[in-house]
């Protein structure tokens, strides 16, 4: 048995609305609604929106229950067929059943057949993939090596196709597109947005040590810092839902547990009529990549010029992060979204914080026995 604790950290909202019409609301996809007294479509009907709560899921074997404001849901997969139950307080029973063969998938509530849904279909007529090019790429990395090894003066943002990389007061690079957003549906993050689990840092010491050289008969200071920014979407796997969706079928097209899907969705669904539903166009980004820019530098102190720390030696490079997910076999579901390093970059991979101070130590005695002072400034 494994249970997972899902936590919000803000306090439950429950509140009453009334939606006038569901607007934006793509019937088309459904391929039957049976229950027209109870249709979501309806011109008017009332709800509870559900801002957060602590979700608690609990998974043994091919079954996950989920418990959330007093709804109970059960999600498990046998034989090829899918069913998530919701028993809500009252004692209304929902439930969803897809073959998983056919994907074809039904809604049931209290037993009477509501809708009835094409999964397969849906999965390929939702799911897009932007790509940035491999030229824009190509020259964002030219620009980027021209801009951090100061090959080119900063003077204003560099243009780079779609992308402009304007010059932020730590001294990093913001990569931004310049294009302006696709719609204007809520964009949902499976695990939030990269920065949430990967912030972009400048310089942050990883190293503070001291190095003896025989040579020049004294303790050299040396720090080594560390840097991870201007990251840019390279790719991105984006599903549409419109409002009114049930969220069951958001898991069924999107391959993801029950409970992952609550804890995704919680602040864009009201339950009605027993079933938790959409209650607003959302953007669902599952999948996304980004690369980013990283540095890792030796610093030591010059006693000679500038009574201070001076960069001596760095290495940079780029790597790249993504979305990842674990799959649970028994259930046929992806769960557990988080941020992982799929490309680390080679001055992190490369480069222990000891190696770097050892080099940093070797071209400061270097540059001793040369010149007798250091005579490259300061550096970043």
């Keep these: 048995m494994k249970k997972l604790m899902i936590f919000f950290v803000s306090v439950a909202v429950l509140f009453s609305t009334t939606i006038s019409s569901v607007v934006g609301y793509d019937s088309s996809r459904l391929i039957a609604s049976y229950d ?52 809500s307080p009252d004692g209304t029973l929902s439930e969803y ?6 994907g074809i998938a039904n809604i049931y509530t209290n037993g009477r057949l509501v809708e009835t849904y094409d999964i397969k279909k849906l999965r390929n007529e939702i799911t897009k993939v932007e790509l940035i090019s491999e030229d824009d790429l190509k020259n964002i990395d030219l620009a980027m090596e021209n ?40 964009k949902i993050y499976s695990s939030g947005q990269v920065t949430s689990s990967y912030p972009e840092y400048m310089y942050n010491d990883v190293l503070v040590t001291s190095r003896y050289s025989s040579e020049l008969q004294r303790t050299l200071l040396i720090r080594v810092k560390d ?46 009529n027993g079933v938790y539903r959409l209650v607003e166009a959302c953007d669902y ?24 720390f001076v960069e001596v030696f760095a290495e940079y490079g780029t790597g790249r992060l993504a979305l990842s997910w674990d799959w649970d076999h028994s259930q046929g579901v992806y769960f557990n979204p988080r941020w992982t390093h799929v490309a680390l970059a080679r ?29 490259w400034g300061i550096g970043w």
Excluded at 228 to 244: D, G, L, Q, W
Excluded at 285 to 308: I, L, N, S
Excluded at 350 to 370: G, K, P, R
Aim: hydrophobic share 30%; with cysteine.
């Design 285 to 308: 980004y599952q999948h996304e990549e980004y690369k980013y820019y990283a540095m890792r530098g030796g610093y030591a102190y010059d006693y000679t010029t500038h009574f201070c």
């Design 36 to 87: 027209s007294s109870s249709s979501v479509v309806s011109k008017n009907f009332s709800y509870n929106m559900l801002e957060s709560k602590d979700i608690e899921v609990s998974t043994y074997g091919n079954k996950e229950i989920t418990r959330f404001n007093g709804f109970e849901t059960i999600d498990k997969t046998e034989e090829n067929i899918r069913t998530i139950t919701t028993k």
């Design 147 to 186: 801009l951090i090894t100061k090959k080119v003066k900063y003077t204003e943002p560099v243009k780079v196709g779609n992308y402009s990389i304007p010059k932020r007061s730590d001294g990093s690079f913001e990569i931004s597109e310049n294009m302006s957003m696709r719609s204007n549906n809520r």
């Design 227 to 272: 840097s991870m920014y201007s990251y840019v979407n390279t790719s991105r796997t984006i599903k549409e839902f419109s409002p009114a969706t049930a969220l069951t079928i958001v898991a069924g097209v999107a391959k993801i547990s029950f409970g992952n899907a609550l804890g995704i969705f919680t602040g864009s669904i009201a339950i009605i």
């Design 97 to 102: 059943v897809e073959n998983l063969e056919t």
């Design 347 to 375: 001055p992190f991979a490369n480069f222990t914080t000891s190696q770097i101070a050892d080099e940093t130590l070797d071209i400061w005695e270097y540059t001793m026995y040369m010149w007798g002072y250091w005579r």
